[in-house]
């Protein structure tokens, strides 16, 4: 834990943190919205386990054209002027899933990244302006991403596939 809170020191000497997981963690800001707003069966549950880490899991059903799963994360904002991608360190599955922003949580749109997790510990690195907006899975015709301002981040599962799935997450800044 304590080489943890150093090397954290260290990269966020010029990085702005977002969350960094750990046993203390209050995470009742993160919510969950799974395909039953629109009469899916897809189900998801999020906490911190034992070692302090945020597990996203829960199973993807195609049933009644379902097909995600969705965590998100909101908060006032963050002025990100000057910061280039985001730094996730994460333990997936081996499954694909969406990082996605909004710079206004009321915004329609969402900015996404398909990332693929490899079943170990990871650091994904995600430039913003390689986040492709989207709304309600399909790509609009508007630029990347070029905010200086977020408000929301989260992780999306959505493969067209009946499938569990879990996602570990260490922690996420901007760089």
């Not at 990082?99 to 398909?114: A, D, H, L, M, P």
């Not at 399909?138 to 493969?159: A, H, M, V, Y």
């Amino acid at each position: 834990m304590f080489l943890k809170i150093i090397i954290m020191s260290i990269i966020i000497s010029n990085s702005m943190l977002i969350f960094d997981f750990n046993k203390t963690s209050v995470v009742s800001d993160w919510r969950l919205v799974n395909d039953v707003v629109m009469g899916g069966r897809s189900t998801s549950e999020f906490y911190l386990n034992e070692e302090g880490h945020g597990v996203f899991t829960g199973a993807v059903s195609l049933e009644n054209n379902g097909g995600f799963s969705f965590l998100r994360y909101r908060f006032d904002e963050k002025n990100i002027k000057g910061l280039k991608k985001v730094v996730i360190r994460i333990k997936g599955d081996g499954k694909e899933y969406q990082f996605r922003v909004k710079s206004n949580k009321y915004n329609q749109e969402s900015y996404i990244k398909v990332f693929k997790t490899t079943g170990a510990w990871q650091t994904v690195e995600i430039l913003l302006s390689e986040l492709e907006p989207s709304f309600r899975g399909r790509k609009l015709d508007i630029p990347n991403f070029s905010s200086n301002k977020l408000e929301e981040i989260g992780f999306l599962i959505g493969n067209k596939k009946n499938e569990s799935f879990k996602l570990v997450i260490d922690s996420i800044l901007l760089d």
